[in-house]
């Protein structure tokens, strides 16, 4: 949908005029709330990992409320890599749950009732999750 598009890239940079970059908190967030991931990363020392990870996951989302030309199939390809990661279903999918918690908290009274709809029933599309 048109306005979901709207909703979502106007998040993205609110945020961005908030806090430049967002991946390092996306990530602390991760870490805080499911530390057994981090150990996964230790290799990442210059984070290039994280970086590419935060966006793919950003660019399919945008690609899966746009023209849908690899989003959706691009995710269910990931899912299954990460899942040789040791990176379960429930577990990629909670990234981008993460990902809408970390961007409340950092908009604060500026994420309002719509945009917290939109990114629900967006991420919740997305991942095939309730
Ligand atoms: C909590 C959930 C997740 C965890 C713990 C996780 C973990 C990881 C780890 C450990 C790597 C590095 C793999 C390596 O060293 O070869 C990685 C890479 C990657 N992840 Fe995730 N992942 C998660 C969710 C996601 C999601 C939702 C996406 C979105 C599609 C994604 C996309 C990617 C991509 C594209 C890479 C490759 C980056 C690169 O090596 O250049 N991941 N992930």
Redesign the pocket.
Known sequence: MANDITVITETLELVAERVGDPMPLVFQR?FRE?PE?EA??V?DKDAL?RG??FQ??VE?LLDFLGDRSYGAS??RI?RMN?QG?G?DTQ??D???LILVDAFRDILGAEWTPETDAVWTRVVRELTGTV
């Open positions: 991760l499911m991931v996964l990363f290799q990992v590419q990870m793919v996951t399919s691009l995710i990931e990460h990661l990176v577990v990629f909670r990234f981008y």
